[in-house]
């Protein structure tokens, strides 16, 4: 078997080890709270208003495509989290399924995501909090609130919300799951407001025309299919739950519940906020706008409501970061102990964290939350997003024909059609991006490529010969 395609056996992967391992203290009701609050965050808080911009208001049809791609991809990851209950995720289905390099792509990717998510999620996070201030009667200098794209020199408050979600994660994986499922409640209370308030104010004239730029195909930058490539920032994060699999009480049970459930959840509460938010308010007047939630409810008049929103978008919206950076410091612990990176970022602390790939990750996604414009960092991440979900519809498929008798606790139904909408739609989806967005993310692929052959490839456990490759 050559270096590049040599796989990691999924006994060997399974059976006890030494080495440094993270406490099992999660059970399904952290996991889906970490779904819930993971997916439900900048996408439709903020992303709502990007995608009513490209699409219109078939903005709803966008966020039904994405929601179908999404909805596949977490029945394929239901499956294989629960074979493989390890902290890797898509990369570890990977290097179990489709061999080493495929599986290095895969996790350089996720890194690429993850990165960016929390970055994206901050800057979000940050306009949300500028805005909440300013009702105060509290104005930050643009200098301070925004990157040098908008005029500034640093967005400040993204930068100071990473660091206090570091400091919750360094704190326990536990007791940092627990106040997410707090703040996870009042975000999801907070858009139950906002329906209950815009919807008497529906129109449905504000639906028409539906499809002003048209449905959109692979390549073209506006219709349904660009936006829907953008709104499928909204629905990825239950991806997260899988890197939670090494720390769950009961993986076999409860992985396949906070990912299909987190998903069932939050394709429901997508598509009522959105039908709300079109119909209380024409899309270009909010299609431009940082908070568009609060700006809808403003517009109506309703400027105590939309002070709320805010307030509960600044207090909720870093359950996504949580989610996020917990999920990138995990991808990290896997590829270290594996060798594909450096293998001292594997160090577990006393609490059972992973201390220093979570500061080393809140550093670097600190500089880019500070320095970029949200809908790049959002725009990108996808692009990572898509790889790895394409990834795991071919590992589902390839894994059923390969081993067809081994035992599957959770079993994706039509599996031959879960795993080829995951993986087509992907790729439709990376298609629509911005060309500039494919390209960085091919030039990160190739500098993540140049890494592995020049030292992962040579420094991985399999190739030192410490484990027995499947």
Known sequence: MAFWNRRRSIDTMLAPHDGPRLKPTLSWPHLLALGVGAIVGTGILTLIGVGAGLAGPAVLISFGLAGIVCACAALA??????????AGSAYTYSYAVLGEMIAWVVGWSLI???????????????????????????????????????????????????????????????????L????????????????????????????????????????????VMAAAAIIFFAFYGFDAISTAAEETKKPERDLAIGIVGSML????????????????????????????????????????????????????????????LFGQSRIFLGMARDGLLPRRLAKVSSRGVPAVVTVF???????????????????????????????????????????PGRKRVFKAP????????????????????????????????????????????????????EETAA
């Open 414 to 465: 039509l599996w031959p059609l879960v795993g080829a909408v995951s993986v087509i739609g992907c790729i439709i989806f990376f298609l629509s991006l911005k060309p500039v967005t494919q390209i960085g993310f091919l030039v990160w692929n190739v500098i993540g490529i140049a890494i592995y052959l020049l030292w992962s490839s040579k420094n991985s456990r399999l190739a030192k010969g």
């Open 180 to 223: 997410n499922a707090v703040l996870v409640l009042i975000k999801i209370a907070a858009l139950v407001v906002f329906v209950a308030i815009a919807l008497p104010a529906f129109k449905s004239e504000h639906f028409t025309p539906f499809m002003p730029n048209g449905f959109g195909a692979p390549f073209v930058q506006t219709g």
């Open 265 to 324: 959840i939050c394709t429901a509460l997508y598509l009522v906020v959105a039908a709300a938010a079109i119909g209380a308010r024409p899309v270009a007047s909010f299609a431009d706008s940082p908070e568009p939630l609060a700006l809808i409810l403003r517009e109506m008049g309703q400027g105590t409501a939309a002070q709320w929103i805010a307030a509960a978008a600044v207090i909720a919206l870093p359950t996504v970061l949580l989610a996020f």
């Open 77 to 86: 990851y239901a499956e294989l989290s629960t074979m493989m209950p390890t």
């Open 112 to 178: 690429l995501e993850y990165s960016l998510v929390v970055s994206a999620v901050a800057v979000g996070w940050s306009g949300y909090a500028v805005g909440f201030l300013s009702g105060l009667g509290i104005d930050l200098p643009l200098a301070l609130v925004a990157g040098p794209h908008a005029g500034g020199i640093i967005n400040l408050p993204a930068v100071a919300i990473i660091g206090v979600v570091t400091g919750l994660l360094l704190l326990g994986t536990k007791e940092s799951a627990t």
């Open 361 to 403: 990750t809140a550093v670097v996604v600190a500089i880019l939350a500070g320095l970029l414009p949200l809908d790049e960092l959002a725009s990108l991440a996808n692009a990572g997003t898509l790889a790895a979900f394409c990834s795991v519809g071919v590992c589902l498929i390839v894994l059923r024909i390969r081993e």
